[in-house]
């Protein structure tokens, strides 16, 4: 049973960074995909990126190119959403999950919000 760990939220300043970290246990981490998704209130989930398991291949969603990266460290089992120029719009709760039997993200952490003040 996988599971995953978000850190690193909090509030910040518009044009402010965060970087959240996503620790996982319980599973071999290099082999599984692993994407960021947020969800604020009244609005569906959206996806944010995706970075294949040997960390080589990263997609960024459009609505956050540009200002969000994707990465991960297998040697410590933890993926990470570099986030720059924060917006109000960028408040949300940041889930990290993980795709270990197919396209389906099948494991999911608990979250960690993110506030961003104008």
């Known amino acids: 049973q996988m599971q995953l760990v978000e850190s690193g939220g909090g509030w910040v300043q518009t044009g402010g960074s965060l970087r959240l970290s996503c620790a996982a246990s319980?599973?071999?981490?290099?082999?599984?995909?692993m994407g960021w998704f947020r969800q604020a209130p009244g609005k569906e989930r959206e996806f944010l990126a995706k970075i294949n398991g040997g960390g080589g291949t990263t997609y960024v969603a459009a609505s956050v190119r540009g200002r969000f990266t994707i990465s991960r460290d297998n040697a410590k089992n933890t993926v990470y959403l570099q986030m720059n120029s924060l917006k109000p719009e960028d408040t949300a709760v940041y889930y990290c999950?993980?795709?270990?039997?197919?396209?389906?993200?099948?494991?999911w952490g608990q979250g960690t919000q993110v506030t961003v003040s104008s």
């Open positions: 319980g599973g071999t981490f290099s082999n599984y995909a």
């Open positions: 999950a993980a795709q270990t039997k197919g396209p389906s993200y099948d494991y």
